[in-house]
Every structure is written in C-alpha cells, then in structure tokens.
T-cell receptor
Framework: QKEVEQDPGPLSVPEGAIVSLNCTYS??????FMWYRQYSRKGPELLMY????GNKEDGRFTAQVDKSSKYISLFIRDSQPSDSATYLC??????????????FGRGTQLTVWP | EAGVAQSPRYKIIEKRQSVAFWCNPI?????LYWYQQILGQGPKLLIQ????????DSQLPKDRFSAERLKGVDSTLKIQPAKLEDSAVYLC?????????????FGPGTRLTVL
C-alpha cells in the first residue's frame, strides 16, 4: 500500500469554480501535511502547510486535515486560469530516522479554462 | 534570494551510459535532498544530506546511483550505468535545517531521458 493515494485527474473546471482536491494516507504517524503546486517544467512549490488536524486558510486556498479518516483536502475558491497546474499532496512524520522525507501523492492535474 | 540551481536542465543518454547532475542549494541551507519524479508520479526521495553527511539514503539504488556533497554546499548525483527505467526528472531541494516539510525549496529539475 502506498503511503499517499491521490486521484490523478485530470480535472477541468471553468474560471470561478470551486475546486476540491483530495488525498488519503495510510500511516497515522504522519503529522505534517502539505500541498505543493507544480507548473509544467518547474519544480514543486509549497502552497499550504498544516500540522495535525484542522483547517488552514490562505487567500483563496483552504487546506483541511481529518486525521480520524486519514484524509487531506485542498479547496480553491474563485479558481483562475493561473491556477492551472499539477497539485501534489505530501505528508511527513515528526520524528524518527525518516524525518525530512516527504511522501508525495502522484498529483492531480488541474486546468481552469476562461 | 537566489533559488536552488540545477544543471543540466535536460539530458538524453543511451542505456548503460553514465550521467551526472549538479545542484547548488540556497545559500546557507544545511540540508539538501535529491528526489526522483517519474512521469505521472509524485517525487520520491533518493537521498538526504545534512551538511556533508548522509541522513537518509535508504531509497537510493546504490548499485547504480551515487551522490556526494563535498564541503556541505553543492551536490552531484550520478547514475552509472543508466537503465531505461531511470528516465525521470531529478529534483534537488534544500532547507535551512532538517525539515518537517515546511521549508523544502525545490529547483527546476533535470529531465533525463534514457534511450
């Protein structure tokens, strides 16, 4: 079983739509949860970072973590064509020999059309 | 502040050949990571350095892959000999310290094609 599962899409929405991206993870030892955005031919860039359960909001982006169901989500409100990219979820432990090793989902390719 | 630099950006080789990638992390960052991203998949950590010491190389195929970080700054990743399944983007990332994920900054990657 992979550490993180993510539906690869692709997902295509009109400008202004609310986008919901989701991942599930397998190990309750994961405590840190991240969403990265990756444009074509670029490296991933950190979009949202949360610790443990709860919500975190940053502008049009909201990250949610539900540790009871091992489920993480990213919501994008008022989506823009510039949001078109691949969105990768990632998880990390908070201690141990693998501290620093991020486990990534396979990414969801999002297209926002005008 | 300059980002993580990588070179070359693209490389095409034939199987069984050797190849090397170079990474220059953000100035002052103690921790350096090499990830492999196969098309359609998320990045997978190959090796992690803290200064010039290896912290985690448990996912590095050591029979063909090697990496070093001399003087705790730049790093090189080498593949010898390359196989078809090594075709991927090799991403370098750095962070000021051993990171829980909040401070890993990625370079643009080197896209390797093995024919």
């Amino acid at each position: 079983q992979k550490e993180v599962e993510q539906d690869p899409g692709p997902l295509s929405v009109p400008e202004g739509a609310i986008v919901s991206l989701n991942c599930t993870y397998s190990n309750s030892a994961f405590q840190y949860f991240m969403w990265y955005r990756q444009y074509s031919r670029k490296g991933p860039e950190l979009l949202m970072y949360t610790y443990s359960s709860g919500n975190k909001e940053d502008g049009r982006f909201t990250a949610q973590v539900d540790k009871s169901s091992k489920y993480i989500s990213l919501f994008i409100r008022d989506s823009q064509p510039s949001d078109s990219a691949t969105y990768l979820c990632a998880v990390n432990r908070d201690r141990g020999s693998t501290l620093g090793r991020l486990y990534f989902g396979r990414g969801t390719q999002l297209t926002v059309w005008p | 502040e300059a980002g993580v630099a990588q070179s070359p950006r693209y490389k095409i080789i034939e199987k069984r050949q050797s190849v090397a990638f170079w990474c220059n992390p953000i100035s002052g960052h103690a921790t350096l990571y090499w990830y492999q991203q196969i098309l359609g998949q998320g990045p997978k950590l190959l090796i992690q350095f803290q200064n010039n010491g290896v912290v985690d190389d448990s996912q590095l195929p050591k029979d063909r892959f090697s990496a070093e970080r001399l003087k705790g700054v730049d790093s090189t990743l080498k593949i010898q000999p390359a196989k078809l399944e090594d075709s991927a983007v090799y991403l370098c990332a750095s962070s000021p310290r051993l990171s829980k994920g909040d401070t890993q900054y990625f370079g643009p990657g080197t896209r390797l094609t093995v024919l």
